[in-house]
């Protein structure tokens, strides 16, 4: 069974960096096959898909949010983490992290992932 669990702060301010990260149990992230993935939700509005970090360590993001995003992998401590630059109060929102068998760009529907962590929430607020 992959188990998946965020950290990171609940509040950061306007024009500032959140940072979370994922961290697996049960599965080993460069040799499990799965694709890890970042996925929020706006209060009030449906899930969006943010990226990916594959197995092997490439990554896909979400064109409206790419050039603020960036994912990456710490394999020692089999964790994945997030970044996003310029925050504000927009980016507000519950963060996952979820894991699938299949690569699936953009995917926004929760049975398309194999698990997922609880959530975090982050309020971008001064």
């Known amino acids: 069974q992959v188990q998946l669990q965020e950290s990171g702060p609940g509040l950061v301010k306007p024009s500032q960096t959140l940072s979370l990260t994922c961290t697996v149990s049960?599965?080993?992230?460069?040799?499990?096959?799965?694709?890890w993935s970042w996925i929020r939700q706006p209060p009030g509005k449906g899930l969006e898909w943010m990226g990916v970090?594959?197995?092997?360590?490439?990554?896909y993001y979400s064109p409206s949010l790419k050039s603020r995003t960036s994912i990456a992998r710490d394999t020692s401590k089999n964790q994945f983490t997030l970044q996003l630059v310029s925050v504000t109060p927009e980016d507000t929102a519950v963060y996952y992290c979820?894991?699938?068998?299949?690569?699936?760009?953009?995917?926004?529907?929760?049975?398309?992932?194999?698990?997922w962590g609880q959530g975090t929430q982050v309020t971008v607020s001064s």
């Open positions: 049960g599965a080993s992230i460069p040799t499990g096959y799965y694709y």
């Open positions: 970090i594959s197995y092997s360590g490439s990554t």
């Open positions: 979820a894991a699938s068998k299949r690569l699936i760009l953009g995917a926004t529907t929760k049975n398309l992932y194999d698990y």
